[in-house]
């Protein structure tokens, strides 16, 4: 099947020489990962690899239900055999990784096997306003917004370790940060705000 995605691939455009085979959205619930990963991968052309879609896909069980059903340890394990799915995979992908998988020093060595690592990055509060109470998302508890705080503490400095580009979300549309994802991707390097212009497209 693999070897038939490869020849497709070759076809379609998915293996253009100007962007990486694989390319990670990292960061934390509520950037919105999987939105501008979809619209990424559209606009690549290519396929779209989500990781709470990969475990549902392979359990037949929700990230809530394998919280609830079997704990936090089991759908760790599946985000990762998710994740070592991806990145092992010889087809071009775009892949939104699971937010917590980078605290895993197993998925931090799968991530930096190839591909372009970019860091979907947002404040606290911009977050707290996307998960409104944090149904469906199992950590958050009662209070999503300190939950959120103490996770960021935590996971910030790993996904700025991964990073091979930055993108700023707050205050921009999806459409907006798949254009900067996809810029950030060809150009190989990150960018905020504080960075100055962003860079142009080439033409």
Same mark, same amino acid.
């Given at each position: 099947?693999?070897?038939?995605?490869?020849?497709?691939?070759?076809?379609?455009?998915?293996?253009?020489?100007?962007?990486?085979?694989?390319?990670?959205?990292?960061?934390?619930?509520?950037?919105?990962?999987? /939105?501008?990963?979809?619209? +990424?991968? !559209?606009?690549? $052309? #290519? =396929?779209? @690899?989500?990781? %709470?879609?990969?475990?549902?896909?392979?359990?037949?069980?929700?990230?809530?239900?394998?919280?609830?059903?079997?704990?936090?340890?089991?759908?760790?394990?599946?985000?990762?055999?998710?994740?070592?799915?991806?990145?092992?995979?010889?087809?071009?992908?775009?892949?939104?990784?699971?937010?917590?998988?980078?605290?895993?020093?197993?998925?931090?060595?799968?991530?930096?096997?190839?591909?372009?690592?970019?860091?979907?990055?947002?404040?606290?509060? /911009?977050?707290?306003?996307? +998960?409104? !109470?944090?149904? $469906? #998302? =199992?950590? @958050?508890?009662? %209070?999503?917004?300190?939950?959120?705080?103490?996770?960021?503490?935590?996971?910030?400095?790993?996904?700025?370790?991964?990073?091979?580009?930055?993108?700023?979300?707050?205050?921009?549309?999806?459409?907006?940060?798949?254009?900067?994802?996809?810029?950030?991707?060809?150009?190989?390097?990150?960018?905020?705000?504080?960075?100055?212009?962003?860079?142009?497209?080439?033409?």
């Amino acid at each position: 099947m693999e070897a038939v995605l490869r020849r497709e691939g070759w076809e379609r455009g998915w293996l253009m020489p100007d962007y990486p085979s694989k390319v990670y959205l990292v960061g934390m619930m509520g950037v919105g990962k999987t /939105t501008v990963g979809r619209l +990424v991968s !559209r606009f690549l $052309g #290519r =396929p779209y @690899l989500d990781s %709470d879609e990969q475990v549902l896909a392979a359990t037949g069980y929700t990230v809530p239900e394998l919280h609830s059903l079997f704990g936090e340890s089991a759908y760790r394990a599946q985000e990762s055999a998710a994740l070592a799915r991806a990145a092992t995979s010889d087809v071009p992908i775009v892949c939104s990784v699971a937010g917590g998988a980078v605290l895993e020093p197993h998925n931090r060595h799968l991530l930096r096997l190839g591909g372009a690592i970019v860091w979907l990055r947002a404040e606290v509060s /911009t977050m707290a306003h996307r +998960v409104g !109470r944090g149904q $469906g #998302r =199992p950590l @958050l508890g009662e %209070d999503p917004t300190s939950v959120l705080r103490l996770l960021d503490a935590v996971r910030r400095p790993l996904y700025g370790s991964l990073a091979t580009g930055v993108v700023d979300v707050d205050g921009i549309t999806p459409e907006v940060a798949c254009e900067r994802v996809s810029r950030t991707v060809r150009h190989g390097s990150a960018w905020s705000p504080g960075l100055g212009p962003y860079p142009p497209a080439s033409h």
